[in-house]
């Protein structure tokens, strides 16, 4: 049986319910989410129990498709047979003259409001070992929640110190372990795992890891990004990330500018002499 979470534990919080709770089965509103229904009464026989419902009791606004199976006469399942649009505010209510068991109406009511988060970069990975010293033409992997194709999200893209701009040169990783970069704390959820864009997480249900060493195929929502040329000495560059850069799912785009510090450009020194007898 599914381990739920009270809905009321997610973001947002607000929302009234008589009669009946809505749960959620992961933590958070996630591509594989599911929601059931908790009615203080008997609302269907046991002949109704197991079977998709011709009617489900459940509404969702904007229509997220999905069936309904009462698993008990008090409680059911909403499965969506549909990926979630990410940045949207789904409204959740209860189909209007419901009836109980015993074909009486009821005074059962809901109102939640759930947001699902927006298309964003949720990792980082990067050439940089410090903001002082930078090679010339730093590389940096970008993996979003949703799918992207690089010469789409190219042009939302540049390297930038003040007024000098730098184009970006943006590379799809089809197969690649990611084990020669170092992850950035602020964004990575800290481990070597790609997590699947939102779509393909629904679909496939499970994350694809690098495992052994093995190079194993990446999501089209990671890509490779560095200067079309070398970046001019410096300091204070950065990548920017412009804000409207689209994702080939749905028509999303990017809601707000980010900007990832790369730091200092500088010419090639030497900075260490070590002695050694032969």
Wanted: hydrophobic share 35%; proline share 8%; charged share 20%.
């Amino acid at each position: 049986f599914f381990a739920c979470l009270l809905l009321t534990s997610c973001q947002p919080r607000g929302g009234e319910s008589d009669g009946v709770q809505l749960l959620l089965t992961t933590r958070e509103f996630q591509p594989h989410s599911t929601f059931e229904l908790r009615f203080d009464q008997d609302m269907v026989g046991q002949d109704a129990l197991g079977k998709a419902a011709a009617l489900s009791p459940l509404q969702i606004e904007p229509m997220l498709k999905g069936k309904f199976a009462w698993l008990t006469p008090r409680s059911g399942i909403y499965t969506p047979t549909e990926a979630p649009r990410l940045g949207t505010a789904y409204q959740f209510r209860l189909t209007s003259g419901l009836l109980n068991a015993k074909g009486q109406s009821t005074t059962v009511s809901l109102r939640r409001t759930l947001t699902t988060p927006p298309f964003q970069i949720t990792n980082l990975r990067t050439s940089i070992r410090n903001h002082r010293q930078n090679s010339a033409r730093p590389h940096l992997t970008l993996e979003f929640n949703a799918p992207v194709a690089p010469d789409e999200i190219a042009p939302s893209l540049v390297f930038r110190n003040g007024d000098t701009e730098v184009p970006a040169k943006v590379l799809t990783h089809k197969q690649n372990h990611l084990s020669g970069y170092r992850t950035d704390p602020e964004l990575s959820r800290k481990s070597a795992r790609v997590t699947p864009d939102w779509r393909t997480a629904f679909d496939q249900r499970h994350e694809v890891r690098s495992v052994n060493g093995t190079a194993v195929p990446i999501p089209p929502n990671v890509v490779s990004v560095l200067p079309a040329t070398m970046l001019p000495l410096g300091e204070d560059w950065q990548l920017v990330v412009k804000a409207g850069l689209p994702s080939t799912w749905q028509g999303i785009r990017l809601p707000e500018k980010v900007g990832i510090d790369i730091g200092e450009v500088t010419s090639m020194s030497v900075t260490t002499v070590m002695a050694g007898n032969e």
